[in-house]
């Protein structure tokens, strides 16, 4: 049983490009998270998924950044014209199902824009 | 403001003492705690929860209390052992159930 996986590991951007970040989750698992992580901090709510809906995406901290899940599985988070204060650990988790559940975590997408 | 506060950045332990860590958070609407471990270079894993029905849950080594008047949770590792070495994460969530809000963890280091 595979667990969460994100590509790539590893992100170097200039500042100004668009840069995409997936994640797989676990097989059936209905909901889908994205998190930001800054160093020495815990991981920061950016929005979810049940199935292809996006519920919540009060976290996410401008019109800059986005996310589909659109056939309710793979999900993109898409941050366009990258900044400096977007470098960052990039972490995507799944669950069964939103409600009382544990978070299962993919390894992240260490971003950092030049 | 952060809802969810972790004060101890790091403990340090003697092994096969008790390892205590502390979780305070300042949202009443929060119904549903839980603890992540964290080793370096993974992402975090689950370790234990509890709902706000209860005050105690216990899992092995692991036991977590919730003082709901208090708004206060801890962990508790009875006995510490050096594999237990990792960075310790409380999140909580509500009525909105798919957000956890997350503290800013504590680095448990146990020594042999």
Redesign the interface.
């Known amino acids: 049983g595979a667990g969460v996986s994100q590509s790539p590991r590893y992100k170097v951007t200039k500042r100004g490009q668009d840069v995409a970040l997936r994640c797989d989750p676990i097989s059936g698992h209905v909901s889908l998270y994205w998190y930001r992580q800054a160093l020495g901090q815990g991981p920061e709510f950016l929005t979810y998924f049940n199935y292809e809906a996006q519920q919540d995406k009060s976290g996410l901290p401008n019109d800059r950044f986005s996310a589909e899940r659109p056939e309710g599985s793979i999900s993109t988070l898409t941050i366009q014209r990258t900044e400096q204060r977007d470098s960052a650990m990039y972490r995507c988790a799944s669950s069964v199902r939103d409600s009382y559940n544990e978070q299962f975590f993919g390894p992240g997408t260490r971003l950092t824009v030049l | 403001d952060q809802q969810?506060k972790?004060n101890s950045p790091s403990l340090s332990v003697q092994e096969g003492r008790i390892s205590i860590l502390n979780c305070d958070y300042t949202n009443s609407m929060f119904d549903?705690f839980?603890w992540?471990k964290k080793y370096p270079?993974?992402?975090?894993?689950?370790l234990i929860?509890i709902?706000s029905i209860k005050d105690k849950n216990e899992d092995g080594r692991f036991t977590v209390f919730l003082n709901k008047s208090a708004k206060h949770l801890s962990l508790h590792i009875v006995p510490s052992q050096p594999g237990d070495s990792a960075v310790y994460?409380c999140?909580a969530?509500g009525p909105?159930?798919?957000?956890?809000?997350?503290?800013?963890?504590t680095t448990l280091t146990v020594k042999p």
């Open positions: 969810v972790q549903y839980l992540y270079a993974e992402g975090p894993t689950f929860s709902s994460f999140a969530s909105n159930a798919g957000k956890s809000t997350f503290g800013d963890g």
